[in-house]
């Protein structure tokens, strides 16, 4: 069965600090990548997806992450945070013969202090 | 336009107690998941529709949970016998369709609290 792992569970960053977000998952072959954002009392919104050609990935909000598929990992990128950014980020893998479900990591919950 | 709804927003219900949660997809999306996310974790996968009938429902922990989708749109998440192990936040999306180019939207979710 698929599984995702995120290794930072809890991040603190000050404004204008880059940010990187790990995430490796453990079935190869097809599959599509997720990652997904919940800013505090809100529901799980989409940052950026993967499902083919460019493996550097750009999505809203300055966000971009990069699939290496030698490596099963799908990090999450932004050059310069902003306290805006505080919420909780998921990724997300679909496919490799785990159906059209999504199978989450365990997320990583980033404070950026002001 | 209007997202994803689930209600209630938070339920609150004792043990052995008999539930259900209900999700409205978006209008058209044909697709619809249940997943359930505890504390600390991300969501876990329960159940998939497609239309009106299950396509997968690998997920749902054991025969206690059950979910219907009668017309193709909304749907209700059971849980008999509730236990306190079940308190999570239920969590919907849709999809426009099945296929994996399709994002999946999710609703707010119900908090499920068994006393």
């Known amino acids: 069965a698929q599984s995702v792992s995120q290794h930072n569970h809890h991040v603190i960053l000050s404004e204008a600090a880059s940010l990187e977000l790990g995430c490796n998952y453990s079935?190869?072959?097809?599959?599509?990548l997720f990652w997904y954002v919940q800013y505090p009392g809100q529901h799980l919104q989409l940052l950026l997806k993967?499902?083919?050609?460019?493996?550097l990935v750009k999505g809203i909000k300055g966000f971009e992450a990069e699939f290496i598929k030698s490596k099963f990992s799908f990090n999450l990128r932004k050059p310069s945070v902003q306290w805006s950014d505080t919420a909780e980020y998921f990724c997300?893998?679909?496919?490799?013969?785990?159906?059209?479900?999504?199978?989450f990591g365990g997320g990583t919950r980033l404070m950026v202090k002001p | 336009g209007a997202g994803v709804s689930q209600t209630p927003s938070n339920k609150v219900t004792e043990k052995g107690k008999y539930v259900e949660l209900r999700c409205d997809p978006i209008?058209?999306?044909?697709?619809l998941y249940w997943y359930r996310q505890s504390l600390g974790q991300g969501p876990e996968f329960l159940i998939y529709?497609?239309?009106?009938?299950?396509?997968?429902d690998s997920g749902l922990p054991n025969d206690r949970f059950f979910a219907v989708r009668p017309e193709g749109s909304v749907s209700t998440l059971k849980i008999q016998r509730t236990e306190r192990g079940d308190s999570a936040v239920y969590l919907c999306?849709?999809?426009?369709?099945?296929?994996?180019?399709?994002?999946?939207?999710f609703g707010p979710g119900t908090r499920l609290t068994v006393t």
């Open positions: 999306a849709s999809s426009l369709g099945g296929e994996s180019s399709y994002e999946q939207y």
């Open positions: 079935y190869g072959g097809t599959v599509n």
């Open positions: 993967y499902f083919s050609g460019d493996p």
């Open positions: 997300a893998v679909r496919g490799g013969n785990a159906g059209n479900m999504l199978t």
């Open positions: 209008s058209g999306h044909t697709a």
């Open positions: 529709f497609q239309g009106t009938g299950a396509a997968d």
